[in-house]
């Protein structure tokens, strides 16, 4: 498809088990990034992938998150051990490259994440 | 820490009627972007329109404008011409500031509940 895709759309999980949430950019965006957005709140800056540069994991808001992106392509946000507080909807998004050209970034769907 | 205000939480508009959504955010730095978003209840958020902050014309997007006060720090977004199908939640975004090394993070508002009326 021409948009961020993101796997699974809807996930139910009891606490303490960990979830994997797929993220398949736009073919050729080179920046990828991962948001988080609890119930009635903005989105929060979880993580940032640009090219083969080291990621900014800033706004991971605990070591029980992770994520990856194999091949410069898809990436993939790990949760350990899963709490309610991680109940929320994660979103992926793609641009083609920095966004200081001007470039827009571009949201998937989100993937909700029920724990309980 | 860059601040984007939003300090409407829900609004209402009667069809085809225009309406403006107020976003305020606050900076110290010269270079930086705005964004506005779309999310509807579906969930997906969708981009509408960009500012850069040295962009010298509001940018427009269709039914979509942006009035950007630079001075006031103010970038509202104006609907023309509203319909049923832009009821949504609304974001306001800054991208953070070329001089941080951070230029790739938006800052989100906490949205505005636009509901148009038939």
């Known amino acids: 498809g021409a948009g961020v895709s993101q796997s699974p759309s809807n996930k139910v999980t009891e606490k303490g088990k960990d979830v994997e949430l797929r993220c398949d950019p736009i073919?050729?965006?080179?920046?990828l990034y991962w948001y988080r957005q609890s119930l009635g709140q903005g989105l929060e800056f979880l993580i940032y992938?640009?090219?083969?540069?080291?990621?900014?994991k800033s706004g991971l808001p605990s070591d029980r998150f992770s994520a990856e992106r194999t091949g410069g392509s898809v990436s993939t946000l790990t949760i350990q051990r899963t709490q309610q507080e991680d109940s929320a909807v994660y979103l992926c998004a793609s641009s083609r490259d920095r966004l200081r050209s001007g470039n827009t970034i571009y949201f998937g769907e989100g993937s909700w994440l029920t724990v309980v | 820490a860059q601040k984007i205000t939003q300090t409407q939480p829900g609004m209402f508009v009667q069809e085809k009627e225009a309406v403006t959504l107020d976003c305020t955010y606050d900076t110290s730095d010269q270079s930086y972007g705005l964004f506005w978003y779309k999310q509807p209840s579906s969930g997906e958020m969708i981009f509408l329109i960009y500012q850069g902050s040295y962009d010298e014309q509001n940018a427009t997007e269709g039914r979509y404008s942006l009035n950007f006060q630079k001075a006031r720090k103010s970038a509202n977004l104006v609907i023309s011409a509203s319909q049923l199908g832009d009821s949504a939640m609304y974001f306001c975004?800054?991208?953070?500031?070329?001089?941080?090394?951070?230029?790739?993070?938006?800052?989100f508002g906490k949205g505005t509940l636009l509901t148009v009326n038939p």
């Open positions: 992938f640009q090219g083969n540069s080291a990621p900014d």
């Open positions: 975004a800054m991208r953070e500031p070329d001089s941080g090394g951070s230029n790739y993070k938006l800052t």
């Open positions: 073919s050729g965006h080179t920046a």
